[in-house]
Nanobody, 120 residues
Framework: QVQLVESGGGLVQAGGSLRHSCAASGFTFGAYAMGWYRQAPGKERELVAAINNDGKTYYANSVKGRFAISRDNTNNTLYLQMNNLGPEDTAVYYC??????????????WGQGTRVTVSS
């Protein structure tokens, strides 16, 4: 079955950086788009970054220029590098598997989430 296991969350000061990893198994990783969602306290879950199977990327305006999504198809791992973090980035971050090769067709599996807290 599909498994997505995130790691890399934690507490960081404003202006700092964190890197999330997502170890994927149970499907042909390189064939699917992948994404990172986040859910802040009291807010709906939002897509912050996505990557197609061909490497094309999408970023939400709120993270553009600060976050970078990447994938290692050899090791079935998805990454999210987060730089210049601010308190508004405090959220639980979820790895997600796309329904097919392109991110805009949606996502249908999520990991358990990893919490990021940014202190000001």
């Amino acid at each position: 079955q599909v498994q997505l296991v995130e790691s890399g969350g934690g507490l960081v000061q404003a202006g700092g950086s964190l890197r999330h990893s997502c170890a994927a198994s149970g499907f042909t990783f390189g064939a699917y788009a992948m994404g990172w969602y986040r859910q802040a306290p009291g807010k709906e879950r939002e897509l912050v970054a996505a990557i197609n199977n061909d490497g094309k990327t999408y970023y939400a305006n709120s993270v553009k220029g600060r976050f970078a999504i990447s994938r290692d198809n050899t090791n079935n791992t998805l990454y999210l590098q987060m730089n210049n973090l601010g308190p508004e980035d405090t959220a639980v971050y979820y790895c997600a598997k796309g329904t097919d090769a392109t991110w805009y067709r949606g996502f249908h599996y999520w990991g358990q989430g990893t919490r990021v807290t940014v202190s000001s």
